[in-house]
């Protein structure tokens, strides 16, 4: 049987959950970091993609801030896209689903989408939802320039 946990809720009564407390250390490192929110996203030209840095937590808060960011540069058609999360310290399955979405809608056009995520909370994040081929995931810059340029098979 699993153990009951008590948490307060905003009226100061106490809330039943099955399962584990939000304290256990287990959970502690999976959950949202603490504090306010943030999103930092940053773009240049590489190797004829345009790579965009995310930095901070890419959830259900600020992923429409991406998905806008990225409609635009889908829509201009230029090349393919990267997305850099090695800055990013979370993503929730909001942010996962923003980057099969911009993935789906490249493939139409016969572009290509990396996700650029060195080990770490978002990439195991990736690894855990088996997204990892789907979305082209590598674990540097220089690793996506020797797959982009490396004859294929």
Not at 36 to 47: D, E, F, K, N, T
Not at 77 to 104: C, M, N, P, W, Y
Request: hydrophobic share 40%; with cysteine.
């Amino acid at each position: 049987m699993r153990p009951q946990t008590v948490c307060p809720d905003s009226r100061g009564a106490g809330v039943k959950s099955m399962g584990r407390s939000l304290n256990d250390p287990s959970l502690s490192g999976s959950l949202r970091p603490r504090g306010p929110v943030q999103l930092g996203i940053r773009m240049r030209r590489v190797a004829g993609a345009t790579v965009v840095v995310v930095h901070g937590e890419l959830d259900v808060l600020t992923a429409p801030k991406l998905t806008t960011w990225l409609d635009s540069l889908i829509r201009r058609g230029d090349g393919d896209i990267v997305i850099d999360l090695s800055e990013a310290g979370f993503i929730d399955s909001l942010g996962l689903h923003t980057l099969l979405k911009v993935q789906r809608r490249l493939s139409r056009q016969s572009r290509s989408l990396a996700v650029i995520c060195a080990e770490g909370p978002v990439r195991y994040a990736i690894d855990l939802a088996r997204l990892e081929d789907a979305l082209g995931v590598v674990s540097s810059l220089a690793e996506y320039e020797l797959r982009s340029t490396a004859p294929s098979t």
